[in-house]
């Protein structure tokens, strides 16, 4: 398995050997400096427990739902202009890695989109990439850094500038529709696309996300739960885009499972007075099956022995005790969430106490997120560890023969990074490696690991 950890590696703000990051003339917007010009920083990693952090409570597409986004059409950025830097035979080439086996890694990112959070989180992205290709041993990883704008056409004239430019493996972009331009221009190339978007329409024909779809998280939340022998579920959920694939991904896996959804509300919008009647609708049923199992003497199997609470945040706080207040018990009924759970303020609802849901390996991660902010002096963003392992995937897959970038993007062993493990086959989507987590005296308690190869095993 081609191993993304870069934990055996040190990093160090002196400098050590000649810098591998290169942001050509090519940029259309410069993007924050590395680091340092000559090598990398190295930070221990200690083991600390911390409360794993996979996403933001957004998912990546819709961080920037609510932009203004520029229509014009962006000019092509001309990486002729990059004057020493760029070789006619091979691409752009700084000086100092002439003659190396280079590996070039386009990155694809709205740095100047008019959305200052999605702004923020390209630029949180860029820098862990920067730390991704400072952790690594070899010094022959160059980034060329482009700008989208966050627009479709930004994303079309990136794509061509990085074909230009020589690109082995394209990162990015971020948003669905810049995914799907950027793939359309690179697959005329055969360079490989390596993105960032959650919505699973966009993989494919040589496109791969690095992503985490709540399909996968949901499988795996009612995978477990079944092998418990839960066959009974219900649903409680927001109406929406998120909502609408959550509630598809349950009814889909459960019905696999040879399960039963018995019950199943919604609601639009995330203020308590909204979800009061449809979790009162919920326990009404449940009451009523509670009574019909105390008459039949417990041969009527109960209402539900599940429930999935797909929220996040303050929404996921205000609706869950909701269902204790109309008697629906924890105790009897095993909640169960998406990533949307891993915040810290979940653990303090009484609630949600024994509730269950699925995310990524926290120990790998939070070595990640603890060298990120050592080394910026800031908190990583929600998908800045995507731009790391995207970083160290699009290498492997980069380093060899061009004609077989795509056999080693879908290496059947998978690749195990920060965000756990990862494989993908031609259909581009991820199939991630996800740990089952327990809330429990204030903490989340792993009741599964993550597996750490494309078997299962350990």
């Avoid at 035979?89 to 386009?106: I, N, S």
């Amino acid at each position: 398995m081609p191993d993304l950890k870069p934990f055996g590696y040190s990093l160090k703000l002196a400098l050590m050997s000649v810098c591998v990051i290169a942001v050509s003339a090519c940029t259309t917007t410069q993007p924050p400096a590395p680091t340092n010009q000559g090598g990398g920083p190295v930070v221990d990693y200690p083991s600390q427990p911390a409360i794993p952090t996979p996403t933001d409570t957004e998912t990546p597409d819709e961080v920037v739902k609510d932009r203004d986004e520029p229509k014009e059409v962006e000019k092509e950025p001309d990486v002729a202009d990059a004057g020493p830097y760029f070789n006619n035979r091979e691409g752009l080439t700084p000086p100092h890695m002439e003659g190396r086996d280079t590996k070039r890694l386009a990155v694809l990112l709205p740095f100047s989109t008019s959305s200052s959070r999605l702004a923020q989180e390209a630029q949180s992205m860029y820098r862990a990439a920067e730390l991704a290709v400072f952790s690594r041993s070899s010094p022959d990883v160059l980034l060329i850094a482009l700008d989208t704008k966050g627009t479709e056409d930004g994303a079309r004239s990136a794509t061509r500038a990085a074909i230009t430019a020589g690109a082995d493996v394209i990162l990015g972009p971020i948003i669905a529709a810049n995914v799907d331009a950027a793939s359309r221009e690179a697959r005329r190339a055969n360079i490989p696309v390596i993105a960032f978007s959650n919505d699973q329409r966009v993989a494919g024909n040589g496109t791969y996300l690095m992503s985490f779809p709540p399909e996968a998280e949901v499988e795996r939340i009612v995978d477990y739960v079944a092998s418990t022998g839960t066959t009974r579920f219900a649903y409680l959920g927001p109406n929406g885009a998120y909502g609408d694939r959550v509630r598809n991904a349950y009814n889909n896996r459960v019905r696999e499972i040879g399960g039963e959804i018995t019950a199943a509300e919604s609601y639009t919008g995330n203020d308590i007075s909204v979800m009061q009647t449809p979790a009162q609708k919920l326990a009404a049923f449940h009451a009523e099956g509670e009574e019909l199992a105390e008459r039949s003497g417990g041969t009527t199997p109960m209402s539900f022995e599940a429930i999935l609470l797909p929220e996040g945040g303050t929404a996921l706080r205000s609706l869950a005790p909701l269902l204790p207040y109309y008697e629906v018990d924890p105790a009897d009924v095993q909640f169960m969430g998406t990533s949307r759970w891993a915040d810290p303020d979940t653990v303090r609802e009484p609630a949600l106490s024994r509730g269950i849901f699925a995310g990524p390996d926290k120990d790998a991660q939070q070595l990640f997120l603890d060298t990120y902010d050592r080394t910026y002096g800031e908190t990583a963003t929600g998908l800045a560890s995507l731009a790391y392992d995207a970083v160290m995937m699009g290498a492997y897959v980069a380093d060899g023969d061009p004609k077989r970038r795509y056999d080693r993007a879908e290496n059947p062993q998978g690749f195990y990074g920060v965000d756990g493990l990862v494989s993908f086959d031609s259909d581009g989507r991820p199939e991630r490696g996800l740990a089952v987590y327990q809330i429990r005296n204030g903490r989340f308690i792993v009741l599964d690991p993550a597996p750490r190869n494309v078997l299962g095993g350990s």
